[in-house]
């Protein structure tokens, strides 16, 4: 409760927080949070770790009708990372991030849920993977990470990247007309 109080504020006055604030938004007294973290800093360190949790954009991922049509689809999921990319990144600039904490989370913890992403967004492509000229896994990637860097305001120059265009690209690509094929001599 104390965490996830501490994060909304956070999102809204970096560190700067108050412990008086923390306990106004959990409704407890300002003691109880000392009783349960050390200090103030200990505190917003545990709700910036929280933020780096994947939790609801799982369970979001999972909802995706697979009967959509493909690309719908894939708008869906990438609209469901770029709000959890764009809500960690404004999060990141509010407490004056520049990469991600240091983890108390192991390495193989953070593979897994890479390898667990991968694996639902292959599942968000479904049967249409056959339909694909590259293996599922490899459109995934693609598209996670221009969703990555067009959800991040500095990495895309301030032109952030709308869902709908980081799938068209990686669908179908941005040329008019499809490449001449090559001629044999």
């Known amino acids: 409760m104390l965490v996830d109080a501490t994060l909304r504020l956070l999102r809204e006055h970096?560190?700067?927080v108050t412990s008086r604030q923390i306990a106004e938004e959990a409704r407890v007294a300002e003691g109880t949070i000392f009783r349960v973290f050390?200090?103030?800093?200990?505190?917003?360190?545990a709700a910036i770790a929280r933020a780096f949790v994947p939790g609801a954009?799982?369970?979001?991922?999972?909802?995706?009708?697979?009967?959509?049509p493909l690309e719908e689809r894939l708008v869906r999921a990438a609209s469901v990372l770029q709000q959890r990319y764009r809500a960690t990144f404004d999060l990141m600039a509010k407490v004056g991030l520049v990469k991600p904490p240091p983890s108390t989370r192991h390495a193989h913890d953070r593979e897994e849920h890479l390898a667990q992403l991968t694996r639902m967004l292959v599942e968000v492509v479904g049967a249409d993977a056959d339909r694909?000229?590259?293996?599922?896994e490899d459109l995934v990637h693609r598209l996670?990470?221009?969703?990555?860097?067009?959800?991040?305001?500095?990495?895309?120059?301030?032109r952030l990247v709308t869902a709908e265009d980081a799938v068209?690209?990686?669908?179908?690509?941005?040329?008019?007309?499809?490449?001449?094929?090559?001629?044999?001599?």
């Open 144 to 158: 996670r990470m221009l969703v990555f860097v067009g959800s991040h305001p500095h990495l895309s120059d301030g």
């Open 57 to 68: 954009m799982v369970e979001r991922l999972a909802e995706i009708d697979p009967a959509l």
């Open 38 to 45: 050390a200090t103030k800093d200990e505190l917003v360190d």
């Open 168 to 185: 068209h690209t990686v669908l179908y690509g941005l040329l008019r007309t499809p490449a001449p094929e090559s001629q044999e001599s």
């Open 14 to 16: 970096g560190r700067q």
């Open 132 to 136: 694909l000229s590259v293996p599922a």
